[in-house]
């Protein structure tokens, strides 16, 4: 548990499966947490951190940049359009882009502003009905969609089904990835982010293996 540990980790995941030291980047995921946890990561040097509810990025980041530099914000929750305009403002990536009225918003204050976070595609790669992201038979399209939009994807983000066994969804989103040509690959979480590294993960999104388990009491 903690920083020093999932960093030895995720060293030791890239090591093993013969990828490039510090390729995978480790988002810290701060949602739920009380700030003295937040505040004892930065204070040992991490600097990217997720959240999944813009109110409570809102609330809890901009205090955190008055005091430490170069801090990366990335939005890892699903996104109501209404929500966009201050997603974008406060977020340097959106990893939960999953439909074309979501891309239309963000295209539109994009052109509006003049800037846009980097984004993610989230696929819903186990087809859960109760799940955000687009299927695997839309991937494509909105991945397209988005290029026409001259919007900044950088890559897909997936979520795998609890009960199902994580590599499999990890390969299906790599394979997704490569046919649209995109480099980046959003996940693993704490359960399994050193399985998500052996299929190229280059975002891992761990929380509670970092900063305990969330209380939300
Ligand atoms: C909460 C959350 C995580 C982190 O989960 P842990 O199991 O605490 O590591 C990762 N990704 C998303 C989208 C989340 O909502």
Redesign the pocket.
């Known amino acids: 548990m903690g920083l020093k540990d999932i960093q030895d980790r995720i060293a030791k995941a890239e090591a093993d499966s013969g990828r490039v030291a510090g390729s995978t980047t480790l988002i810290a ?1 701060s ?1 739920v947490q009380p700030n003295a946890r937040v505040e004892a990561v930065l204070q040992q040097g991490q600097r990217v951190f ?1 959240e ?1 509810k813009v109110q409570e990025a809102q609330g809890k980041w901009p205090g955190f940049r008055d005091s430490y530099q170069g801090i990366e914000l990335h939005l ?2 699903p996104l109501q359009t209404n929500k966009v305009r201050a997603a974008m403002e406060i977020a340097q990536a959106i990893h939960t882009v999953d439909r074309p009225k979501l891309a239309q918003t963000i295209a539109r204050i994009a052109q509006e502003t003049g800037a846009c976070p980097k984004l993610f595609v989230q696929v819903n790669t186990g087809e859960e009905p109760q799940k955000a992201g687009v299927l695997p038979a839309d991937v494509d399209q909105l991945v397209a969609e988005c290029r026409a939009m001259d919007l900044p994807v950088v890559g897909l983000m997936c ?1 795998p089904p609890a009960d199902e066994e994580p590599a499999v969804h990890f390969a299906l989103l790599r394979k997704f990835a490569e046919r649209n040509g995109l480099a980046g690959l959003s996940m693993g ?3 399994d982010f050193e399985t998500a590294i052996a299929f190229g993960a280059t975002h891992v ?5 970092i900063f305990g388990e969330r209380d939300y009491g």
């Open positions: 995921v949602k997720g999944n890892i929750g979520i979480m704490s359960g999104r761990v929380g509670s293996a």
